[in-house]
Nanobody, 123 residues
Framework: QVQLMESGGGLVHTGGSLRLSCAASGSPFRLHHMGWYRQVPGRLREKVAVITPAGSPDYGDFVKGRFTISIDSSKNAVSLEMNNLELQDTAVYYC?????????????????WGQGTQVTVSS
């Protein structure tokens, strides 16, 4: 199996910064992209930022230049630098990796998810 190990969540005041990190490990896989989604109770999970192994990022519309995602392809790890955090950024943040694994001669592509890390922004 492939596991995603998340770190960096916590409590911060408005205007502050947090850095989320995630690393994928386990069974061999091919990585298509990796990044972060977030979810608030009662709302759909939404994309924060994802990035390809080559370093091409894709940000959610709400980011507006505040967040920066980076990847270390050699380690299958990503970091999300979140600056100027707002109350609306409070959510559970989930690391995700879109991967392909080979089992019994068949390739399967799917999204692997971390367990989630809480980000709370307070006034």
């Amino acid at each position: 199996q492939v596991q995603l190990m998340e770190s960096g969540g916590g409590l911060v005041h408005t205007g502050g910064s947090l850095r989320l990190s995630c690393a994928a490990s386990g069974s061999p896989f091919r990585l298509h992209h990796m990044g972060w989604y977030r979810q608030v109770p009662g709302r759909l999970r939404e994309k924060v930022a994802v990035i390809t192994p080559a370093g091409s990022p894709d940000y959610g519309d709400f980011v507006k230049g505040r967040f920066t995602i980076s990847i270390d392809s050699s380690k299958n790890a990503v970091s999300l630098e979140m600056n100027n955090l707002e109350l609306q950024d409070t959510a559970v943040y989930y690391c995700t990796a879109r991967i392909t694994v080979s089992r019994a001669g068949s390739d399967t592509m799917y999204n692997q998810w971390g367990q989630g890390t809480q980000v709370t922004v307070s006034s």
